[in-house]
């Protein structure tokens, strides 16, 4: 399977809202365009910045809808699943694959803490129920208070070919650096999920990253991805060390406003947080506007 295309930058695109907490089509269009003027190599519906542990499925299906329908091909759309019953993974897999999307990415079930092989036969049955089509895994152990082994990643690699790739938030760099290390040999692509960690994961062998920050300085992210293949290490190293500050400075809100937050401040009118989420406070919303003008991206 060539599995070229899985590289680069990609966001986890937000999901813009009205005041009724209906998706606002207009802005999400304007943020698809946005996105690729500058230089994101796909998009990744439904991640944890896309807020899919708020949506029902008929949302998520009018919210891929548009997606696809103005992305037009430009880029990949890939389809995030999360969803604790294999089954109902499986649905929504075939639901984005049916209605375009390239590929799909799993996240690990949410609440439960399955054994390793519970684990193995719930990623091994979705594979196995979307026919040929890619599949990537998500390891967000911050989120779902576990990870998956290089065990699991390594068998599943190995035994299941339309398993093609992963992002991996741990924020581990060995971590990431194992995944890829133990599955090389049959061309599996690992993307970092840690936007602090683009440079460094991309010098142990990842492919790209999937990163929140690319809603809102999609040039500056892809940047650390295009000037280092370039082989331009300092230039690339300078734009990870200028996304930084602007990215640590989300962690003092709470999971996942900052990003919409920071994409009204520059303009992108992405709305609120699905309720309960409310965005920053009046005090953290200047420590972001702060950050954003010492990066320059403010006037």
Known sequence: MNTDYFKGIIPPI?????????????????????????????????????????????????????????????????????????????????????????????????????????????????????????????NNPGRTGYGISQKIVERLAHEKENIIGMKDSSGNLTETEEFIRRNRDVDFKVMCGKDTLIFAGLSVGAVGAVC??????????????????????????EAQFKLNPIRLEMDHSSFPVATKDYANLLGEGVGSPYLPNKPSTEKQMEELSKRLGEGGYLS
């Open 212 to 237: 929140s920050t690319a809603n809102f300085l999609p040039k500056l992210v892809c940047s650390i991805y295009d000037l280092f293949v370039k082989g331009d290490l300092k230039g690339s190293l």
């Open 14 to 138: 937000v999901t813009p809202i009205d005041e009724n907490e209906n998706v606002n089509e207009k802005a999400l269009r304007k943020l698809i365009d946005y996105e690729i003027d500058g230089g994101v190599s796909g998009i990744l519906a439904f991640g944890s910045n896309g807020e899919f542990y708020m949506q029902e499925e008929d949302e998520q299906k009018e919210i891929l809808s548009i997606i696809i329908d103005h992305v037009n091909g430009r880029v990949p759309v890939y389809m995030g699943v999360g969803a604790i019953r294999t089954r109902k993974c499986i649905r929504l897999a075939n639901m984005g694959l049916e209605m375009g999307a390239k590929g799909v990415s799993v996240l690990q079930p949410m609440f439960i803490k399955p054994s390793e092989d519970e684990l193995y036969t719930h990623f091994a049955a979705i594979a196995d129920n979307i026919g040929s089509a890619p599949m990537l895994l998500y």
